[in-house]
C-alpha cells in the first residue's frame, strides 16, 4: 500500500483549494504479517522523491484518460 499525507488549504485570493503532498509512505498490509498488524517500511519526503525520480525523467507521468491533451509529469 502507499500512503500519502498532504497539507490542504483554501487560496482566498485566488479561490483556489491546494493540495501539497508532503510524505509518500510504503505499507507492508496485514495481510501478509504474521502478526497481523500493517507495517510500515518507508517514508519519503514528496519533495525529494519529485527531485530524485520524477524529474528530468520521461517515464514519470501521469496520463489523463478523460483529457489526452493534459499528460503530466509526476514533478507537476
Known amino acids: 500500500m502507499l500512503e500519502m499525507k498532504e497539507d490542504y488549504y483554501i487560496d482566498k485570493k485566488r ?3 491546494v493540495h501539497d ?3 509518500l509512505t510504503l505499507i ?3 495481510q ?3 502478526s497481523g ?3 510500515k517500511i518507508a517514508t519519503f ?3 525529494e522523491v519529485v527531485e530524485f525520480v520524477f524529474r528530468d525523467n520521461p517515464k ?3 496520463f489523463n484518460t478523460s ?3 493534459e499528460f503530466r509529469n509526476l514533478e507537476d
Open 45 to 47: 519526503s514528496y519533495k
Open 28 to 30: 507492508l498490509p496485514a
Open 37 to 39: 498488524l500493517d507495517k
Open 67 to 69: 483529457n489526452t491533451a
Open 15 to 17: 479561490s483556489l483549494q
Open 32 to 34: 501478509y504479517q504474521a
Open 21 to 23: 503532498i508532503q510524505t
Open 60 to 62: 514519470a507521468t501521469w
